[in-house]
Nanobody
Framework: LRSSCGVGGGLVQPGGSLRLSCTASGSIFSINAMGWYRQAPGKQRELVAAVTSVGSRNYADSVKGRFTISRDNAKNTVYLQMNSLKPEDTAVYYC??????????????WGKGTQVTVSS
């Protein structure tokens, strides 16, 4: 199982928007969940948003109403639309994939991460 995540990161002004994408590839039998976590300097890694294979979604309280996670199961891809960005959103964002992989069993794979910086 491999993941290609973090596309769309970069520098944005407060109030701006960014879109991240993550694609899982490999001998995947099923995907349990895909989503993003983030880690800011001096902070613990936290869940930002995730979506399960049946479409249920979870969001961190701090991003509710501003971020939207969506999925394309046929492409094993998820997207994170981030609107109304705040300086507090500055962090490294990591895609996470939880899947059952043929020949390997259950897997929990992290992308390499992408820096999102919200600043004037």
């Amino acid at each position: 199982l491999r993941s290609s995540c973090g596309v769309g990161g970069g520098l944005v002004q407060p109030g701006g928007s960014l879109r991240l994408s993550c694609t899982a590839s490999g001998s995947i039998f099923s995907i349990n969940a895909m989503g993003w976590y983030r880690q800011a300097p001096g902070k613990q890694r936290e869940l930002v948003a995730a979506v399960t294979s049946v479409g249920s979604r979870n969001y961190a309280d701090s991003v509710k109403g501003r971020f939207t996670i969506s999925r394309d199961n046929a492409k094993n891809t998820v997207y994170l639309q981030m609107n109304s960005l705040k300086p507090e959103d500055t962090a490294v964002y990591y895609c996470n994939v939880k899947a059952l992989v043929l020949g390997s069993g259950s897997m929990d794979v992290w992308g390499k991460g992408t820096q999102v910086t919200v600043s004037s």
